[in-house]
């Protein structure tokens, strides 16, 4: 991620403009979402959804502690440090640019 915090944001945009890229560290990993994604991920894990670029709407979660049902995430209200209930994950929207950051360990 880079030890200056302008490095770090540029990384987070990086990864919102190229679905698929992930980036890592030590103790968690970061992408972007793409409409729709099934996760595998253990019961306890902690896991943060956090919009970028503007509002993220629409959102659909099932599997985690604090569930979003046409939900919307924004500068006023942002999914950090939610917690898996499954192993399995289900996170889908319809407007926006989301980012999953989730624990490893």
Do not use: Y
Request: proline fraction near 3%; glycine fraction near 10%.
């Amino acid at each position: 991620w880079g030890h200056r915090i302008d490095h770090s944001l540029a990384n987070a945009l990086l990864v919102i403009r190229h679905p698929g890229m992930k980036m890592e560290t030590e103790t968690e990993i970061v992408f972007a979402i793409d409409k729709k994604l099934q996760l595998d991920c253990f019961v306890g894990q902690t896991l943060s959804l956090i919009p970028i670029n503007g509002p993220v709407s629409g959102i659909d979660t099932h599997g985690l502690k604090w569930e979003l049902k046409g939900g919307r995430l924004d500068l006023n209200f942002i999914g950090i440090s939610n917690v898996c209930l499954k192993e399995k994950v289900d996170i889908s929207f319809k407007e926006g640019s989301l980012l999953c950051c989730i624990i490893k360990r």
